[in-house]
């Protein structure tokens, strides 16, 4: 007995082919409104049923279909929700989102007289959530704090919530953000954030929530009001009161504009405790005795949110002191003298008393010679009058005596009565100009005169002196000397008058001076700038060169005056120089003039020197993308430059994109700031990126760029071409192309279709090697042979953006031009029934990658055939001289690596029957074998003779 076992093992790989059918893939609904699936059959075959299913998970996480909407024998029908389609080609629905178990896949089908079809969409549910925001204050550890909540209710997906303060993301270290979400039965989530933050940290009086979400087309902004606290002004002061005939300081601690109240408290500088301590809403006040507290430092001590830490304000309260001394009547200055001599006869005599001091009141007693003022003196106010003439009976020793509480002073002074003069004697007149200290001292004398002269100074209008006078008695004679001190210089011509009265002149006595004319000042102004931290400052020197004395400088902005400093020397020529300067930032005085006003006594009127503070240039700020050479990511480059710009630059970047970005200042008289950030282009590809500039001053300025949207939508080939593809399939569309053999350079010419600036294009055979590339073309060279037929895979990409286009190369020789015959014809008849009828509706068969020849198929097949009905051992070897020969004449193509698929192309595109055709399968299970579905044909034969 022989038994003949013998195993052939097919592998084909299954490909797919486009299905006639427009659908919407990807569909959002909105929980509580209605929404479309929409799927049309555009087929050209009549369609007897079509329905929708519903891909539910039940127990077990097993998956079931269930129908929810369709056609069948022209009754079209809609389930649970779902509206009738409008036709049975057009399964078009209304489905109304109820409840978030409404999202998942959805499978539309349609049986047509000849085929089977189904395409697949996926409805997401989404719900809108409600904003809802709440402020909370409370006291912990004597500070109080607030808390905004902001609660975004009902949500699908999760929505985002972030916080604005004064416009800005809070980054004080102050404010905290807690964040938590909440599920609920019916799908959806609530998210609440919290922002707490210690009210004295907050300068706004509002903060703004916002909230993103896709079912809000921008974020939803809502803001509240927050409590905030105020600065108060806070002062000392101290002042003398009188009370039940006794004097009081009150010293008042006032604290005014603030918020909340200032927390007002009284201290001494020795620890002592206070009493009678009154206290308002904004002030507290304390009475001291006036005695009791003199030189004593009062401290106010404020307490308030925003003092830290607290302020204080001190007052010395002023020490009491009084004293007297002895003034002359005649021009009212007063001298420190101890005799008074006073003139016979002399009417309406005063005799004052020069009174210093601080208290609030004193009391005053004088005698003559130890008893009460004789009769015609009386004390009035501080001064001794004499009624009458004067006469012997007024000389004497006079006491004056002052009291103030504790404090006391006294005065004693001699008064002598001269006789009267019967003849007068005139006085030697005498005139004389010196210089001393830059300035002019006239000196007039009227000498040895009876009696004394009487002197003045006669001055032009507007000019005003420092006079003075002294009086000297020798031998009964008298002597006045005046002194006028004056400017050493004038810038218009002066002269001064001494005037002389006395009683042996008829007419007064003139003597003159005339002050010689100034050089006028020689005025300097120079200014210059320096760049200190990223700031311009300005320093403008002005200098004045002129004769003693120095001259006055000042300085102001429109009507405004600001600080200076200056200083003065006195150089080796005499003259004296005068520098006064200012220094200041730019910024504050930008666009203005600054004026150096001078006063100099040899200027008539005040000179100005103006300058003017150009305005600093605008900064500018721009931004550009550019494509890194040797590296995937892209480069966003923001520069920044301009005068007293900072380097305040960031990127307005969404969420899930990471920063990842370098900053590069740069000083050189002004600020030039690069901000640069690195990004794949998937990240933002089709989006707006914004670099924001924020300066110093708080104002912001915003540049936008674009990122293209590129894409690639295939590779075609320009070649004349047969499509070579499976019915059954999804998979792309493989181009059969017949070349020459023994042809030099034979090109097959490719065409990049899509949106991109540039791409590589590569093209690989099936073994994996490369193909030489000219442009956009491939290169067969030197000579076509057999060997380099095959399939070839062409990809273009740009970044991530790729196309790929499948080509099967056949070589065709001299011998298949004239028709090279297959030699088994009646085998091949009944192979070709035998795949047709059995292999294609059962394991769908389609080539492999590589290709190979239908002769080896319709050997098998014959083969089968012969075994089937026979059993005898002629029949057997019958079939083994067959098999032999259908494999000798396809030999030349059977070692091949690279084998045709154009035998088998129709063979697969023959009509089927519907009925064994299966569903496509959707979802990641076949995205993930779609690639590569094989499947193995085992022929078993087994004999026995």
């Known amino acids: 007995m022989t038994v003949l076992s013998l195993n052939i093992v097919f592998l084909c790989v299954t490909d797919g082919n486009e299905e006639p059918i427009e659908i919407i893939s990807s569909v959002t609904g909105v929980l509580g409104e209605d929404v479309y699936l929409s799927c049309r059959y555009v087929g050209e075959s009549e369609v007897f049923s079509a329905r929708w299913k519903h ?12 129908r929810i909407a369709g056609a069948t024998n022209n009754h079209l029908f809609g389930r649970d ?18 409840s978030v178990e409404l999202e998942g896949e959805y499978t539309c089908e349609f049986e047509t007289e000849d085929d089977y079809h189904s395409g697949t969409a996926f409805l997401t549910v989404v719900a809108q959530p409600d904003i809802e925001v709440q402020v909370n204050a409370e006291i912990i550890n004597g500070s109080h704090y607030q808390s905004v909540s902001c609660s975004a209710l009902g949500g699908r997906p999760l929505p985002q919530i972030s916080w604005l303060v004064d416009g800005l993301p809070p980054s004080n270290d102050s404010y905290t953000v807690n964040v938590s979400d909440t599920a609920h039965p019916n799908g959806t989530s609530t998210l609440s954030s919290i922002l707490r ?9 509002s903060v703004t929530c916002v909230v993103q979400h896709p079912t809000l087309p921008n974020p939803k902004l809502t803001t509240v009001r927050v409590e905030t606290y105020t600065r108060p002004n806070v002062t000392i002061k101290a002042e003398m009161t009188q009370q039940g005939g006794s004097e009081f300081w009150v010293v008042s601690c006032v604290s005014s504009g603030g918020r909340p109240d200032t927390d007002i408290s009284l201290a001494l500088n020795a620890g002592e405790e206070l009493h009678g301590v009154t206290t308002d809403t904004d002030s507290v006040s304390v009475l001291l005795p006036v005695e009791e507290y003199e030189g004593h430092n009062v401290t106010c001590v404020f307490d308030h949110p925003k003092f830290t830490p607290k302020e204080t304000r001190v007052v010395t309260l002023p020490s009491l002191y009084l004293s007297v001394q002895l003034g002359n009547d005649t021009d009212g200055d007063f001298q420190d003298i101890e005799s008074l001599e006073l003139q016979e006869g002399q009417t309406d005599t005063v005799i004052s008393l020069q009174i210093t001091g601080n208290v609030p009141r004193y009391n005053i007693t004088c005698t003559k010679d130890d008893e009460p003022l004789p009769e015609g003196v009386e004390l009035v106010g501080s001064s001794l009058t004499v009624q009458g003439p004067l006469g012997h009976q007024h000389a004497g020793l006079f006491e004056c005596f002052l009291s103030y509480n504790h404090l006391q002073a006294e005065l004693k002074f001699n008064v002598t009565v001269n006789p009267r003069v019967i003849q007068p004697v005139p006085p ?46 020798h031998n009964g004679s008298h002597s006045v000397r005046g002194v006028l001190l004056l400017p050493a210089c004038s810038p218009w011509e002066l002269t001064a008058e001494c005037v002389i009265n006395h009683p042996a002149f008829e007419e007064p006595e003139n003597r003159s001076i005339t002050l010689p004319l100034c050089a006028p000042p020689n005025i300097t102004v120079n200014h210059s700038t320096e760049w200190k931290d990223g700031e311009e400052h300005t320093k403008v020197d002005c200098s004045v060169d002129s004769v003693a004395t120095a001259a006055s400088v000042t300085w102001h902005v429109g009507n405004s005056s600001i600080s200076y400093v200056s200083e003065s020397e006195v150089r080796a020529d005499g003259l004296v120089s005068a520098r006064s300067s200012v220094h200041f930032l730019s910024s504050l005085y930008a666009g203005q003039d600054l004026t150096c006003t001078v006063e100099h006594p040899s200027l008539e009127a005040p000179e100005n020197r103006t300058i003017h503070i150009p305005v600093q240039k605008a900064h500018m700020l721009s931004v550009s993308v550019v494509r890194q050479q040797g590296s995937p990511l892209w480069l966003a480059v923001c520069d920044c430059r301009g ?38 282009l998937a990240l933002h590809e089709g989006h707006n990126l914004t670099c924001v500039y924020q300066s110093k001053h708080g104002t912001t300025e915003e540049k936008t760029i674009h990122i293209p949207r590129y894409d690639i939508t295939s590779v075609k080939v320009l070649n004349h071409t047969t499509p070579l593809q499976s019915r059954y399939g999804g998979e792309p569309v493989i181009h059969r192309l017949a070349l020459q053999e023994h042809h030099q350079k034979q090109k097959v010419l490719l065409r990049v279709e899509g949106r991109v600036p540039e791409y590589d294009l590569i093209c690989k055979r099936c ?5 030489r590339m000219e442009g956009v073309a491939m290169v067969f060279q030197p000579e076509l042979t057999e060997k380099d037929e095959g399939l070839y895979t062409c990809q273009a990409s740009f970044y991530h953006h790729t196309a790929t286009v499948n080509i099967q190369v056949e070589v065709m020789s001299e011998d298949r031009l004239h028709g090279e015959n297959f030699p088994c014809p009646i085998f091949c008849l009944f192979s070709n029934l035998f795949i047709r009828k059995y292999l294609r509706s059962v394991i769908r068969l389609r080539p492999d990658t590589c290709g190979f020849d239908i002769r080896v198929f319709a050997c098998v097949s014959a083969m089968l055939a012969m075994i089937s009905f026979s059993s005898g051992l002629g029949i057997l070897i019958i079939f083994v001289v067959v098999l032999w020969v259908c494999c000798k004449v396809s030999s030349r193509a059977e070692y091949k690596k690279q084998e045709s698929l154009s035998p088998l192309t129709a063979l697969m595109q023959e009509p089927g029957s519907p009925q064994v055709k299966q569903p496509l399968m959707t979802g990641e299970g076949y995205k993930e074998s779609a690639p590569m579905i094989s499947y193995s044909i085992v022929i078993d034969v087994k ?3």
């Open 197 to 205: 933050f210690p009210t004295h940290v907050q300068d706004d009086d």
């Open 55 to 66: 891909q539910m998970k039940v127990k077990s996480n097993l998956v079931q279909y269930k």
């Open 643 to 680: 005068e007293g710009a900072g380097t305040n630059l960031a990127w307005v970047l969404p969420e899930n994109a990471k920063s990842q970005t370098f900053l590069q200042p740069n000083y050189k008289g002004e600020v030039q700031a690069r901000l640069t950030y690195q990004f794949p």
């Open 767 to 771: 073994d994996g090697s490369f193909v």
């Open 428 to 473: 030697t007149i005498r005139v004389d100009l010196q210089t001393e200290d830059g300035r002019s001292v006239i000196e007039c004398s009227a000498a040895d005169a009876v009696p004394a002269a009487n002197m003045s100074w006669l001055l032009p209008e507007g000019v005003s002196g420092v006079p003075w006078f002294n009086f000297t008695s």
């Open 943 to 945: 004999s026995t003779v």
């Open 81 to 98: 929700g779902f509206s009738k389609p409008e036709s049975a080609a057009n399964l078009t629905i209304k489905v109304n989102v109820s």
